[in-house]
């Protein structure tokens, strides 16, 4: 019997182009960590000096950007054209695929649960919001696969502990290259070897190879941070979405070759964030322009940080997330719609509120002249919470 191999090209190359005889050459490896040292310290600087209302701008976005690279790392291809409808529980999760380990439900709800317990508290306080708003999975109860997710998170949190726990220098490559040689030596993050299934057709044995399932480095980019602050190039141990990748981990490479790769994933993902933080400065100078005159526990503005930096929602995620009444979200819901923050779309027949983020000559109009800020309906809401607010001040005190 003859057999007839037939090779799939999709995935990772068999030779990385960097990949020679030689090693890098140390002045391309000092001018890439050069590069990611920058770009760390001036991340670290951006965040020193955000505002709470940029904070919480900033972590929401940091959220979506975490949850869209780890489903996209974990082999969810269509993770980005499917995650709103998703969150607001309208539409299927994820296609599932054999390169995924398992389900993209299992991946958010093992990043969600371990951000929710995150030192930071913005970042913390943002991640039991979404949870709270979110649909994921509405229809899919837990799966015994789920539990690799889990453990995932468990795995790289120790690996990454490993790696800089000796590291005393203010940067982070040493540590780095530590924790990719732990990588490649962890049979749940090494990568794969490629699949060779053998199939009959007729008279021959076809040998088809597949791509190999990818493993959950994603997890590893959620715990990236505690390896940075433990040098001290950061003060935040924030997750850094998708600066590590496969790619560092390939036998071919040579240790120059190795430490480059790394160096610019990471630069690359530190420069994300950064422009992260452009955003939730710019949306922050909108609602100070918009909303600024509520005072600081108002639901609108926290609605619509929402609705901006990660996704719309539903009436009844606003209702979960936020604890407000089904007449209080309609208050919200029309306040900022009449203040064209906000504007309605019908979803398979779910009304979601979907952020708008209004033109510059608008911003200049007195605070006055905005229909929301006299919407009755929001004034009473927003008093009511107040009279809440007063009233659990008083009889939260000792006994």
Known sequence: MQCLAIHYTFGMERFHPLAADTDAP??????????????????????????????????????????????????????????????????????????????????????????????????????????????????????????????????????????????????????????????????????????????????????????????????????LGRLLTACGAWQLALPCPGAVTAEPLQPQLWPGERAIVSARTLRASATRLADLVVKARRRAALMDAQLGHLRASARAPQVWIVLAAFAPLGLDQMASAFGISRRGTYAIRDALVAARMARRETVKGKVLLVAEEPRRERLSAPLDQAPALSHPALAEFDAAMTDIDQLLARTSGPG
């Open 26 to 223: 140390p002045e391309e490896l000092a001018l890439a960590q050069g590069e990611c040292a920058l770009a760390l310290g001036r991340l670290d600087g951006l965040l020193a000096g955000l505002t709470d209302t940029e904070k919480r701008l900033f972590c929401v976005g940091l959220l979506r950007e975490v949850l869209l690279s780890a489903l996209a790392q974990a082999g969810f291809a269509d993770a980005e054209h499917q995650f709103n409808a998703w969150f607001a529980g309208l539409d299927r999760g994820p296609q599932e695929t054999p390169l995924t380990a398992c389900s993209a439900y299992a991946v958010v709800r093992a990043l969600l649960g371990e951000l929710s317990h995150h030192p930071w508290e913005p970042l913390a306080d943002a991640a039991q919001t979404i949870a709270l708003a979110a649909r994921f999975g509405a229809d899919r109860p837990m799966q015994a696969e789920d539990a690799l997710a889990e453990e995932a998170i468990g795995r790289a949190i120790t690996l990454v502990s490993q790696a800089g726990a000796e590291d005393e220098t203010p940067l982070p490559f040493a540590g780095l290259g530590h924790l990719y040689a732990l990588l490649r030596a962890d049979p749940l993050f090494a990568p794969v070897e490629r699949a060779v299934h053998i199939r009959s057709l007729g008279n021959r044995a076809v040998a088809i190879e597949q791509a190999a399932p990818r493993t959950p480095l994603w997890a590893v980019d959620a715990a």
